[in-house]
């Protein structure tokens, strides 16, 4: 594994194997139903029913939703914290809230521990990338050691 640097900020993290595999077994699977649609012939087609034909509409809408929410999971590092993106839900975290992250031998996802005594995945962070996620897992725990030293160095506000 390569040496691993604390990245610039704001800096995206990104699961690439999931989102290769998504839009390749996607568009062939549109490719197929297409070729297959084509290959069966005006007389067969004339028997599928409008019914019919919204259905396979609706579960072709259900895949691409379920392949979206699947694509656009990514983790996000600021200065001023850690947005991730987990599907449709959108969770952003201060600094502070954040106590560590770590994604053990096995586990698929990277985990957050969060100061509330909650963890939550970052779907951004998929151990299938290999390397690449082991190095995200390592930026990201830079990040936040370095924002704790920060810190403890920041004098406290004067009381009033």
Do not use: K
């Not at 656009?72 to 599907?87: F, I, K, M």
């Amino acid at each position: 594994m390569p040496a691993v640097s604390e990245p610039p900020l704001p800096h995206t993290w990104r699961p690439l194997g999931v989102r290769l595999a998504a839009v390749f077994f996607g568009g062939l699977l549109l490719v197929v139903c297409v070729a297959g649609w084509v290959a069966v012939g005006p007389e067969v087609r004339g028997r599928v029913t409008p019914y019919q034909q919204a259905t396979l509409v609706v579960i072709g809408a259900a895949f691409g939703v379920v392949l979206w929410g699947l694509i656009r999971c990514r983790v996000t590092a600021s200065q001023l914290g850690v947005e991730l993106v987990n599907g449709y839900r959108r969770h952003t975290y201060e600094w502070p809230e954040m106590l560590a992250v770590h994604m053990p031998r096995g586990a698929p996802f990277a985990t957050l521990d969060l100061a509330d005594g909650t963890s939550i995945q970052a779907l951004g962070i998929q151990s299938s990338d290999g390397d690449r996620a082991r190095i995200a897992v390592l930026q990201l725990r830079m990040l936040l050691e370095r924002t704790a030293r920060e810190s403890l160095h920041r004098p406290d506000p004067p009381a009033d």
